[in-house]
C-alpha cells in the first residue's frame, strides 16, 4: 500500500492560473519536501516542512508557496502558473531522525499552457 | 554551484556486464550517502547507501565503493539486468537531524540483452 500519494496525477494549466499540487502519507514522517525534475537538473527542492505549521524554502522557492496543514498533507501552490513551471513535481516523507530517508510519490506531471 | 557529480550522464552496458556510475561531492562535511534508483513514470526509491565511515557496502548484486580522501563513490551494479535498466542518483547530506538531501543530476542506466 503506497504510503506517499499525490494527486492529481496529470494537471494541465492556463498561464496566470491557480494551481494546487496535493501530497499525503501514511508514514508518519516529520519532513515533508516538494521536488521537481526536468532534465538535465535531476531533482531540485522547492519547499520542504519539519511538521504540521511549518515550510521553509529550498534552492528554488520562487513562484511557489508550500502549505502544511497536518501531519499527513503537504500541499504545492502555483499562484500564477507560468509555462516554465512545466514539470514532473515530486513530493516525499523524511524520518528527520538520522540519515533521512526519503519516501517518494509517483509524481504530478503539470503542463503549463 | 553543484555539490554532487555524477557521470556519465547516460551508461549503456550489456546484460551480465557490470555497470559502474559515478559520484563526486564538495562538502566535506557530507557523511550520509544514499542512492536512489528511478523508473519510468515513477518516483525515486532508496536502493543502497553508505555512511563515511566505511569504504564498502554491498547488498547483493549493488556495491558502493568510497573514497572519502579524494570525495569520490561508486555504485556498481554486477551481473547487470534488463530490469536494472533506470536513472540512478547519487545524495548527499552531512547527517543530523532535520540534514536535506543535495542530489546529483543523475546517470541513466541502459542493459541490454
Known amino acids: 500500500e503506497a504510503a506517499v500519494t499525490q494527486s492529481p496525477r496529470n494537471k494541465v494549466a492556463v498561464t496566470g492560473g491557480k494551481v494546487t499540487l496535493s501530497c499525503n502519507q501514511t508514514n508518519n514522517h516529520n519532513n515533508m519536501y516538494w521536488y521537481r525534475q526536468d532534465t538535465g537538473h535531476g531533482l531540485r527542492l522547492i519547499h520542504y516542512s519539519y511538521g504540521a505549521g511549518s515550510t521553509e524554502k529550498g534552492d528554488i522557492p520562487d513562484g511557489y508557496k508550500a502549505s502544511r496543514p497536518s501531519q499527513e498533507n503537504f500541499s504545492l501552490i502555483l499562484e500564477l502558473a507560468t509555462p516554465s513551471q512545466t514539470s514532473v513535481y515530486f513530493c516525499?516523507?523524511?524520518?528527520?531522525?538520522?540519515?533521512?530517508?526519503?519516501?517518494f510519490g509517483p509524481g504530478t506531471r503539470l503542463l503549463v499552457l | 554551484q553543484q555539490q554532487v557529480r555524477q557521470s556519465p550522464q547516460s551508461l549503456t552496458v550489456w546484460e551480465g556486464e557490470t555497470a559502474i556510475l559515478n559520484c563526486s561531492y564538495e562538502n566535506s562535511a557530507f557523511d550520509y550517502f544514499p542512492w536512489y534508483q528511478q523508473f519510468p513514470g515513477e518516483g525515486p526509491a532508496l536502493l543502497i547507501s553508505i555512511l563515511s565511515v566505511s569504504d564498502k557496502k554491498e547488498d547483493g548484486r549493488f556495491t558502493i565503493f568510497f573514497n572519502k580522501r579524494e570525495k569520490k563513490l561508486s555504485l556498481h551494479i554486477a551481473d547487470s539486468q534488463p530490469g536494472d535498466s533506470a536513472t540512478y542518483f547519487c545524495?548527499?547530506?552531512?547527517?543530523?537531524?532535520?540534514?536535506?538531501?543535495?542530489f546529483g543530476k543523475g546517470t541513466k542506466l541502459s542493459v541490454k540483452s
Open positions: 516525499a516523507s523524511g524520518d528527520a531522525a538520522g540519515q533521512d530517508t526519503q519516501y
Open positions: 545524495a548527499a547530506n552531512s547527517g543530523g537531524s532535520n540534514a536535506k538531501l543535495t
